[in-house]
T-cell receptor, first 118, second 106 residues
Framework: KAGVTQTPRYLIKTRGQQVTLSCSPI?????VSWYQQTPGQGLQFLFEYFSETQRNKGNFPGRFSGRQFSNSRSEMNVSTLELGDSALYLCASSYTLLGGTGLRNEQFFGPGTRLTVL | GQNIDQPTEMTATEGAIVQINCTYQTSGFNGLFWYQQHAGEAPTFLSYNVLDGLEEKGRFSSFLSRSKGYSYLLLKELQMKDSASYLC?????????FGAGTRLTV
């Protein structure tokens, strides 16, 4: 079974540009969550998509947006990039919605996209 | 706020047992995740606790007390490869909150 894949793995952009990151979940998984990881702030939750709908959202500005397609693949977009957006962006897939009370809550992370904003 | 607190660093010897504690805000809480993250790699899921009590999975066990806002990850028979950061994360209504991670050195 193929794992979670993310593209691109590395990206360099300049301030003011926009960027789109892609995440392909494990086959059969309908939930895709996005996270930002920095040395200063640690791992922070961006949002979760399930069945093409945003179900949960963290405390990030509107410059961060996402979407999910019918095949569960997800994209994340960051507009008007700032220096502080430099980070490792991780996506994770799971069979069920985050925070459920049933089984199969295991989350599988992709390798991440390292974004550098100059 | 919905703080997730865990110790910054811990050190233990090979073959020993170590317990990593985590406290969290109980308001709006759904469940508690534990992840392992080696340097330069993505996090790996270890456990998800919703109900009170201990869940054992091989050398790793995770405990949850919902009323006390407390969880711990227990690692037995420590091995060198267990040296990593261990992240505690709370699932809340519409949100997930992570602790800063506990760096374990074996």
């Amino acid at each position: 079974k193929a794992g979670v894949t993310q593209t691109p793995r590395y990206l360099i952009k300049t301030r003011g540009q926009q960027v789109t990151l892609s995440c392909s979940p494990i086959s059969g998984h309908r939930s895709v969550s996005w996270y930002q990881q920095t040395p200063g702030q640690g791992l922070q939750f961006l949002f979760e998509y399930f069945s093409e709908t945003q179900r949960n959202k963290g405390n990030f500005p509107g410059r961060f947006s996402g979407r999910q397609f019918s095949n569960s693949r997800s994209e994340m977009n960051v507009s008007t990039l700032e220096l502080g957006d430099s980070a490792l962006y991780l996506c994770a897939s799971s069979y069920t919605l985050l925070g459920g009370t049933g089984l199969r809550n295991e989350q599988f992370f992709g390798p991440g996209t390292r974004l550098t904003v100059l | 706020g919905q703080n997730i607190d865990q110790p910054t660093e811990m050190t233990a010897t090979e073959g020993a047992i170590v317990q990593i504690n985590c406290t969290y805000q109980t308001s709006g809480f759904n469940g508690l995740f534990w992840y392992q993250q080696h340097a330069g790699e993505a996090p790996t899921f270890l456990s998800y606790n919703v109900l009170d009590g201990l869940e054992e999975k091989g050398r790793f066990s995770s405990f949850l007390s919902r009323s006390k806002g407390y969880s711990y990850l227990l690692l037995k028979e420590l091995q060198m490869k267990d040296s990593a950061s261990y992240l505690c994360a709370g699932s809340y209504n519409n949100d997930m909150r992570f602790g800063a991670g506990t760096r374990l050195t074996v």
